[in-house]
């Protein structure tokens, strides 16, 4: 597609429910991330992807955190057991090389944990 | 890992006056962008510049690798420019890790 495109843009869960983000990044792209945004801070990185490779998961916050991206193209980022802490903007962005050179980023998902 | 700081944290600007924002960072990079955050939360990539300076239209931005900052400038402001301007810094670490780390943010008003 012509840009990086997350679902649902909104999700309202109540603690307890797990949870699945989606992001479709920009066809072709090797390397795909995903960061956290809580209100009024700067995105924190959570993990990293190349190709279908996983080389970085050390921002994931807890084990309840899983993100996977199977055949190299969309990923999935997975929420279990959902804490109110666990409420923010999910934020995806990918890059045409491995590495983060000039990353582009999707709209985010809010996520709101009740 | 790597510390960005950047000021001044709040910037209101009358329309049409210029400015100048700033980013530390703690380590060596050999990754720098910058990004504005619009109202609507859209991050837009304004500059891919780990040292020297760019220029595109009203904005301009310039690394100084060996002395750990980035400046971005801009010119003739217009309230379209208001939002959130985030840098964001990072090293390959050789481990396969690309994390990019992101500021606290600048936040830009531009009043008419």
């Known amino acids: 597609g012509a840009g990086v495109s997350q679902s649902p843009r909104y999700k309202v869960a109540k603690r307890g429910q797990d949870v699945a983000l989606r992001c479709d990044p920009i066809?072709?792209?090797?390397?795909l991330f995903w960061y956290q945004q809580a209100l009024g801070q700067g995105p924190e990185f959570l993990t990293y992807?190349?190709?279908?490779?996983?080389?970085?998961k050390s921002g994931l916050p807890s084990d309840r955190f899983f993100a996977e991206r199977p055949e190299g193209s969309v990923s999935t980022l997975k929420i279990q057991r959902t804490q109110q802490e666990d409420s923010a903007v999910y934020l995806c962005a990918s890059s045409k090389t491995s590495g983060a050179n000039v990353l582009t980023f999707g709209a985010g998902s809010r996520l709101t944990v009740l | 890992g790597i510390q960005v700081e950047q000021s001044p944290p709040d910037l209101i600007l009358q329309e049409g006056a210029n400015s100048t924002l700033r980013c530390n960072f703690s380590d060596s990079v050999n990754n720098l962008q910058w990004f504005h955050q619009n109202p609507w939360g859209q991050l837009i990539n304004l500059f891919y510049i780990p040292s020297g300076t760019k220029q595109n239209g009203r904005l301009s931005a310039t690394t100084v690798a060996t002395e750990r900052y980035s400046l971005l400038y801009i010119s003739s402001s217009q309230t379209t420019d208001s939002g959130v301007y985030f840098c964001?810094?990072?090293?390959?670490?050789?481990?396969?890790?690309?994390?990019?780390?992101f500021g606290k943010g600048t936040k830009l008003s531009v009043i008419p």
């Open positions: 964001a810094g990072g090293a390959y670490s050789g481990a396969g890790s690309y994390q990019l780390t």
């Open positions: 066809s072709g792209h090797v390397s």
């Open positions: 992807f190349q190709n279908e490779a996983q080389l970085d």
